[in-house]
Structures are given as C-alpha cells and as structure tokens.
C-alpha cells in the first residue's frame, strides 16, 4: 500500500533535517580541499604574498584560463583541475552595456573567493573612431568600482589581435592607437587598481592578407602606415607590431597570443640568414615540433622570407621594462583520424611553454593564459576544435604534473581572500552607520531612561484609568506578545528595506536598548514554551514532540526553498538580486570603517549545485544553509531551535528548570570565551548557536511558567522588585552619562570607562551582557507598559500588529521577496524621507493584506 502524499513529505523532510544535522556535527573533520568555500589542494603555499597592484605583482609566472563563462566557473575549474589559477581572462564586449557590466562583476565576484586576479579582454561592438571618453570612463569607473567592492585586481587587455584580419578592430594603427590611449587615460586616472595591456598576434603570416576568418572587406595593403620599410608596399617585409604600439605611457604589460594551431610545412631549403623557410600551409592536431616555442618567441617560426626577425618579448617588454603575458593553447581535432593524441599535443606544448631554459632566458615572462574553449577552426576544415586543459582528467593531470616542476610558477591566490566566515560576519553591522560609538551609547542610555519613564507613567495610570488595563490575564493567548511580535516583525521588515524615513527612524533608532534580532528569538521561545506544553497535554509528550520536529521540518525545507528561489531569481536578467545575494559592508561592523564599501558574497558554491553531478560541498553547503540571503539567515538558528522544544519542555515538566538555566548560562559562557563552530552555517557567524540558545531557552521557560511568574510580579513585592531593578538599571546607566557629559569624575568609576561600555558590553548582535541586561529591562518594562495602557495601544496600533504578529514567520518569510522587490524600483532614491515611508506604508499593508486572506498559508509556515 502507498503511503500517503504528505507523510512521505514529511518523511522526506526529517530525513533531510537529519541528514543535514549530521552533515553539520561531520564538518569539523571533513578535508580541506572538501569544506565549504575551501580551495583545490594544489594551491600556492600560503606564505606567497598577496598582489598590492597588478602592475608590481611578484616575480614569477602567473597561471590561468580563458573560460567559456556561459557553462563554466571559476571554481568548477579550480575544482577540477586541482588548481587554483592566479589569473582568469574573460572577453567582453566594448563600450560596456547592462550585460557586459553584470558579467564584468560576475567574473569579480567569483574571483574573490578564490583570489586571483582578472584579465579583461576587450572586445569592441563599434567601429574604433566611435570609441568616445565617456566610454573609457564608464569602464574606468566601473573597475575601480568593482576592484574596492571585491579587493580583485584588472588586468585591461584592450583589442588584441589588432595586427590581424580577423577581426573588426584589425589592422587599423590610427584609430587602434587612439582608441588604446583613450581608454589607458581613463584607466590610469579612475582606477589605480587596474593595468593595461597591449596584446598583439604572433607575426607569421603576417599581414595575413589570406587569413583564414578574415573580416570581410578587411585586406591588408589599404593602410599607407603599415608601409614601414617604405618600398610602397604592405607585405612580408613590414613591421608587424611597431605601428600599432600605442606608446609606453600608455602601456603596463605587453603580451601576445601563440597558440599552436599545428605545424607549418618547412622548405628544402633555409633563407640567407640559415633559418628555415616555411611553405605557408599548415597541418593541425599534430605534436608540436621541438623548440617551436622558443623560436615563436625568437621571431623565427613560420615567418616569410625577408620578414623582420622581431624577438618580441626582449624588445617589448624587456627593454622597456615591462612584463610580457603570453596567450596561448594546443589545438586537438577529435574529428582528424590522423589526430596525435591529445594528452600528446598538449603535454609536448605545455612543456615547451613552462622549459625551465626559456624561463631564464625570459624572465620577463609574467603570465600565461590558457584558452579553454571548443569552436569551430577554419584551420581544422572547419570541425570543432579542443583547445583546453581543464575539461578531461588526463590533460587535467598534465597540466598538474607541468606545474608541479615547472620552476617560478604562482598559482592562486595572489589578492586576499575572504572566507565565506567573514562573508557572513560582514552581515552583523555592530553600531549604527554614521555614529561614533559613544554617541550610539548615549542614545541607548536615553532609551533605558525613557522607557523607565514609561514604566513609572503605567503605575500612575494604572491607578487613575483602569480600564486601560489588559482585560485577559487568564486567556490561553496573550495578545500583548502577539502585539509586541507583530511590532518586531514589522520593525524587522522595515530595517531590511533599507531607505529612511518615519518607519526606519521607529524601527531602528526609537528603541536602542534592543535589536529585532534579540526580541525575534526571545518571543519566538515563549511561544513555544507557552504552546508546546497545551500539546502535550492533549496529544501525549511523544505525539507533541514529533509535531514539533514535523514544524521545523518544515520551516527547513521552507528555508532551501527561499535560498533557492532567491539564487533562480538572479539568474533573471532583468533581476538585479545582488542585494540579498551579497552583502555591501556598511562599515559599522567588526571589521571597522575601513572595511566599508567591501562587497561580501553569500552564494558560495552556488553555481556548483547546475553542475551534473554536483559537487558534494556544493549540495552540502545548501543542505546545511551556508548559502543564503543575508536578510533570512536567522531562519536557520530558528530551524536549529525549534528542534531542541521537546527536550526543554521536558526538563520543565521535570521541575528541572534550575538545571536547564545552568547548561544554558554555562553553553553561553563557553562559547564566549571560545567560540565554538557548531554548525557550519550561515547564521552560525552572525547568530552563533551557543550563544543565542541562551535568549531561547529563557524564552521557553518563561512562555512554560507565564501565568505564576505574571502572579508573582503582580503581587505587591514582585511590584516593588520590577520597580527597584529597573530603576536601578536605569540610574546607573544615567548616571554614566552624566559623569561623562559633565566630565564630574565620580569617585568608583575608572576614567575612559563610558568611552568604553558599548564595545566592552554592549556591542549588537553579539550578546555581550549589557545585550542580555537591556534585553530582561526591555521586556519588563514592555510588559508593565502594554498592561497598564493596553487599550489605546491596541486601538491604535492592534488592527496591524496582532494579525502580523500571530503569523510572524509567515510575515519572516515573505518579506524577503519584498526585499528584492524595492531594491528593482528604478530611479529609488535610499536616502529620501518621503520614499521610504510610501514604500515602508506599502509594503507593510500589502504583507498585512496577505496575512488577513492567509494568501498560501497552506504552504509557507505561519
């Protein structure tokens, strides 16, 4: 008999959360080329140092590929080949238009986790003398834009080939050299972070006036220019290179593409000068002949007899001081019968490229990048060529085994690496952006100070208006936590739609004794710890826990759903997700100011899940929720929470709470002193495990002991204590201030002590004890002002707060749609007061609309 549909989802959904769970206790001793964000084995030693600028890296051969970007990954090569490139080349089309752009921060965003530096090939879409400044600066701009967000280092290879047919840009030396200059103006103006390169085409052949591929219309013998050894012809004889050198100022490195497409048929005989002189055809997917490299570099192979014998790197890099990238690849043919076998071509090419012998004779070698590509050769008859390294094991394990002996060569990374730890760290902004700390201090001790202002004004009107009071002490449901949880949800809706205004103002700066973060957690346990004992009442304690596993069950494969859903919406082209898919450093958080502007990712591995079979750490990085919206990372510490109800419950049932407070306070304690990695998620750097169960499980025990411990500070002494501690609080932390205001020097107090307080106390996010103090003050003091003014509270404010309140996971959930939704508001002016409290009106009614209809609360926890 088949089971029904929805036991087996919820059958499926345990089985994954305890697989997920499992996975998280094995992290700690999963290798490091398998942990989440880690890097191939083979990667360079770490004493390596990292590049200040891409115009002075260190001396050595700096390694890497030019992927085809629609169906490959920085790390899926990395993965693969066991190899962490120091250089990626990605073309791109030129001026930059909304595609080119986003796949320009693409390629930024994937190298930084690996820490290799970015070639850009520029390719131009228009005619050259169309190329205007305004262009150059966008570029510019854009990539020192991108080199601050991403720490990552441009290399700017502008048109090459330009002595070709071959392409649109070929063979035109005024209006290349113009076009080369104006760009390196710009560049070397706006983006100090960025190199430019001249990279022109091998000169055999050259002027190539029967290249296979040329432009139409495109000949050589049109440019007068060209004409350098002034016989009144283009041919065999010219320069190849000089007239299309837009000058040393303009130019950082210099290289130049030496690809082995096969073998040129020698002559009978060798030219005057004794080297040999070539037929002109050529054979593809052969083992290169021996020394073709060298005498490539020399100038010497396959040129025509008469042509210029132009060793390019001593003449343009080594006597001008320059470092030379050489851009290169073997071709096999897996459709030539008479094809050598590929690992042949490639190891016979690769060896000749990496000779230690030609490293010393060129040390002005810098970089290598390889072409990872299959497409059509008109060289080959046209057939689909093979001309990479990374995609087969044995030519993966040639390229290893070259490296490994090849002498000087750096490997991955060369720029600083963030590690998806710091990644997710960057999200816990610390004090509010802008303030100095002690500012953010005075604000919070005018908070406490109000709010027991609030405190002593509810005694009073608990006396002279009654009938304000809460009427519903004895109901199962307490309206006041519903209130006071609609209040955070909304609070926590608004903090994420980053715009000012009214909402922003009340949500993040009214009330600075607390985060929503802290009253999320705190409420989320008493309302556990207040329902799950009513089912075990009714349903028996083992029936009651296996409900509550079947809820966080839920809410986890809720979460992969959200994770996932958001990552499938940036893919959209006309969807910019980048503000939940990274996180931008408000430089508020524990890394300092000087860390603002630092972009984050928080999708690592991300594109690693479309690979088919992906990779293990890639599904084991979305099972554990390492990956994630920064908006909705604490859903996992929920999820984790939620979990551990059954057994807390239990413990109070056992009159054990003593007990429970105990390992809870000495968990906390732990943790602080050693900060344990428990899980390896997300949320496990912004909201560590150990440390914020401390906030639930108090939570838990007060929603299991609500009604006597609201009997017991209803009586007269709980009165005078409620009283008594909130008071002292609030006059010690006022008279903190006050000594610092008024600089009295209070005796007891040590000089510089209030400068101190919030980093050594009171720091968000983190929980230090002034958190945990300001946390029990807040909800004290929450609970006697809802009580004693519940009425007008709740006329004024109940309609709103109580339903978003009673589904505030619902309200969770959904909100980080509405997220990415305003930050796709074209022309959104963040910083605008009237914007922000239209957008925060409408959004907040539009969530409120949803809950009231219930719209999919049979499918989103609520």
Not at 394 to 416: I, K, M, S, Y
Request: hydrophobic fraction near 45%; glycine fraction near 8%; include cysteine.
């Amino acid at each position: 008999m088949i089971a029904p549909l929805h036991r087996v989802h919820r059958g499926l959904g345990l089985l994954v959360l305890a697989a997920t769970l499992g996975l998280g206790l094995l992290a700690g001793s999963m290798p490091a080329q398998a942990a989440a964000g880690g890097l191939p084995a083979t990667t360079a030693a770490p004493e390596q140092p990292a590049a200040a600028h891409p115009t002075a890296l260190p001396d050595g051969r700096y390694v890497g590929p030019e992927l085809d970007w629609s169906s490959d990954s920085a790390r899926a090569y990395a993965d693969r080949t066991g190899v962490t490139p120091s250089v990626f080349s990605r073309p791109l089309p030129y001026p930059l238009d909304d595609a080119a752009e986003r796949d320009l921060r693409d390629l930024a965003r994937q190298l930084a986790s690996l820490g290799s530096v970015a070639m850009v090939t520029l390719e131009p879409s228009k005619p050259l003398e169309e190329l205007t400044d305004d262009d150059a600066a966008y570029l510019a701009d854009t990539l020192d834009t991108l080199g601050g967000e991403f720490r990552t280092a441009f290399f700017v290879r502008f048109a090459p080939e330009m002595n070709g047919t071959w392409f649109g840009w070929g063979q035109q030396p005024d209006e290349y050299t113009r076009a080369f200059r104006t760009v390196a103006d710009a560049v070397h103006a706006r983006a100090p972070g960025a190199a430019m390169v001249w990279s022109p085409s091998y000169a055999a052949g050259y002027p190539f006036t029967e290249a296979y591929g040329a432009v139409e219309g495109r000949r050589a013998g049109a440019v007068t220019a060209l004409d350098t050894n002034g016989n009144g012809l283009i041919d065999t004889g010219d320069d190849p290179y000089e007239p299309y050198y837009p000058g040393d100022d303009a130019v950082d490195w210099v290289g130049l593409s030496m690809y082995h497409y096969g073998s040129y048929e020698q002559g009978a005989t060798k030219g005057r000068d004794g080297t040999r002189e070539y037929s002109g055809a050529i054979s593809t997917s052969v083992v290169p002949e021996p020394d073709k490299f060298a005498d490539q570099l020399a100038g010497i192979y396959g040129a025509a007899p008469g042509a210029p014998r132009i060793d390019f790197a001593k003449q343009y890099a080594a006597a001008k001081g320059k470092r030379f990238l050489v851009q290169t690849a073997a071709l096999h043919d897996p459709e030539d019968a008479d094809s050598a076998a590929e690992t042949d071509i490639k190891r016979a090419w690769l060896d000749q490229v990496f000779d230690p012998a030609t490293a010393a004779q060129y040390p002005e070698i810098g970089m290598v990048a390889w072409l990872e590509a299959e497409r059509p050769e008109p060289e080959a008859q046209g057939h689909t060529v093979d001309w990479g390294l990374g995609a087969e094991d044995a030519t993966q394990a040639v390229l290893r085994e070259t490296l490994d002996a090849a002498p000087d060569v750096r490997l991955g990374p060369v720029t600083p690496v963030v590690a998806q730890e710091d990644a997710n760290e960057s999200t816990r902004q610390v004090w509010q952006a802008g303030t100095p700390v002690s500012a953010v201090m005075g604000y919070l001790v005018a908070c406490v100070v109000g709010l027991f202002a609030l405190v002593l004004l509810a005694r009073f009107a608990k006396r002279v208006v009654p009938q304000w009071r809460y009427p519903d002490e004895q109901a199962s449901r307490d309206g006041r936590i519903d209130l006071l949880r609609g209040w955070i949800i909304t609070s926590v809706v608004v903090t994420h739609i980053e715009i000012a205004g009214p909402w922003s103002f009340i949500s993040r700066d009214l009330i600075g004794t607390i985060t929503g973060a802290e009253l999320f957690v705190l409420l989320s346990g008493v309302v556990l710890g207040m329902v799950h004992p009513i089912a075990v009442r009714r349903l028996g304690a083992v029936e009651a826990a296996k409900g509550t596993t079947r809820r966080a069950a839920k809410l986890y494969v809720t979460s992969l759903a959200v994770v996932l859903t958001v990552y499938l919406l940036s893919l959209v082209p006309f969807i910019d997700a980048s503000e939940l898919t990274t996180f931008t450093d408000r430089g508020t958080g524990g890394s300092g100011p000087g860390a603002a502007g630092r972009v984050y990712d928080l999708y690592p591995n991300v594109q690693r899940l479309l690979d088919y079979p992906p990779p293990g750490y890639a599904v084991r990085d979305l099972l554990l929720l390492a990956m994630g919206p920064w908006a909705f990372n604490i859903m996992g510490l929920y999820v984790v929470l939620t979990l551990t109800v059954p057994l807390l419950v239990l413990m109070l049932r056992k009159k054990l709470w003593w007990l429970l407070l105990a390992i809870s306070w000495t968990l906390y304690l732990v943790d602080s002193v050693f900060s344990l990695r428990v899980l390896d998620s997300q949320f496990q750097d912004v909201f560590p495990l150990l440390t914020w169960q401390v906030i639930f499980v108090h939570g838990v025990v007060l929603g299991y002991y609500r009604r006597p411990i609201i009997d017991a500070l209803s009586a007269p002494r709980g009165k005078i204590l409620i009283g008594a501690a909130t008071g002292a609080y609030a006059l010690v932390l006022g008279g903190l201030w006050l000594n610092h205001a008024l600089g009295s020097g209070l005796p007891l107090i040590p000089a510089g002590y209030y400068e101190t307080l919030y980093e050594s106390a009171y720091v968000r996010v983190i929980l230090q004890p002034g958190r945990l103090l300001n946390l029990a003050f807040f909800i004290v003091a929450a609970h006697v002002i809802l009580t004693s003014f519940w009425r007008p509270i709740n006329k004024l404010t109940g309609w709103l707060y109580i339903p978003l309140g009673r589904a505030s996971l619902y309200v969770f959930i959904v909100h980080v749609y509405f997220v990415l939704a305003v930050a796709n508001i074209p022309g959104l002016d963040r910083t605008s007061a009237w914007q922000g409290l239209v957008i925060h009106t409408v959004v907040t009614l539009i969530i409120w609309v949803m809950v009231r209809r219930r719209f999919l609360f049979s499918v989103i926890p609520n």
